[in-house]
């Protein structure tokens, strides 16, 4: 007889108001009631908020406790979140996901089947702690006479995803900004009240050399499951090199 929940562990963990780092829980099959969830318009407008209410929704226990409150899930880290999300998605309606790429040099078409159990996924080990991302810039801040050279950041949670998704759907890049300074917690020297009055303005007045610095050191920072997938155009050989088709995620179809 087929099991209608699964164990999981993230890559990353969540520290209660106790301090300690959880990582273990459990998590069954979506039923109507996430269907509902997905069909529910104001979630559809807030990625982050339809995250939470699915995963809260669906993780029955962790580390011990029989429910997290959706402001706990909503403190996990993205990269968690997203783990737990492919292993429900895969969990619930199997592991292939149709997908389909286009080639950025000749315009091809490629639609290929994806198995989300093979993504790769890097997950700290139990001596591991998740530092802050120090990003050395190129061409750096100039705050009046002075040029701040290194940014510090820590990883977005879902409350972050949430709080800007209104500002993504309008603009994707004023979304990433908005993002990204919810995340800064330190730029150079410059006092902490001036870094909290830019916000996303800082990141908008980064050269594009200096948001590409952020966007590598980011991604070589965060644990969790490496959507980045390569391959080979078959009509004129250019690589391409893309994000995971998340078009058919979740279809219900």
């Known amino acids: 007889m087929a099991t209608r929940e699964m164990e999981f562990t993230l890559p990353i963990g969540y520290a209660n108001g106790d301090g300690a780092l959880r990582r273990t ?11 509902a ?14 995250v939470t209410e699915l995963l809260h929704s669906c993780v029955t226990q962790f580390e011990g406790e029989q429910k997290l409150s959706k402001q706990d899930v909503a403190n996990w880290y993205s990269a968690d979140r997203n783990y737990v999300l492919i292993r429900l998605r895969s969990f619930t309606f199997g592991p292939d996901l149709p997908a389909t790429y286009t080639c950025a040099a000749c315009g091809e078409k490629h639609e290929v089947i994806e198995n989300l159990d093979e993504l790769p996924v890097r997950s700290l080990s139990p001596e591991e702690t998740l530092e802050d991302i120090v990003v050395e ?13 290194s940014i510090t950041l820590t990883l977005p949670r879902g409350i972050d995803e949430a709080a ?40 908008s007045e980064l050269t594009l050399t200096d948001r590409r610095l952020i966007d590598k050191a980011l ?25 995971l088709d998340m078009t058919h995620f979740l279809a219900l179809e």
Not at 25 to 35: H, N, S, V, Y
Not at 37 to 50: E, F, P, T, V, Y
Not at 176 to 199: I, S, Y
């Open 164 to 203: 800007v998704a209104p500002m993504l759907r309008k603009n994707a890049s004023m979304g990433k900004n908005a993002l990204l300074a919810r995340c800064l917690k330190k730029v150079g020297d410059m006092p902490q009240h001036r870094v909290e009055a830019l916000g996303p303005r800082l990141f």
């Open 37 to 50: 969830i997905l069909a529910d318009r104001s979630n559809q407008h807030n990625g982050g908020k339809l």
């Open 137 to 149: 810039l190129e061409d750096g801040y100039w705050d009046k006479e002075d040029c701040h050279t």
């Open 219 to 243: 991604n070589r920072a965060a644990p969790g499951v490496d959507l980045m997938r390569d391959r080979e155009c078959d009509a004129c050989g250019a690589d391409i090199r893309a994000n």
């Open 25 to 35: 829980g459990a998590l069954r099959k979506m039923t109507g009631r996430e269907e």
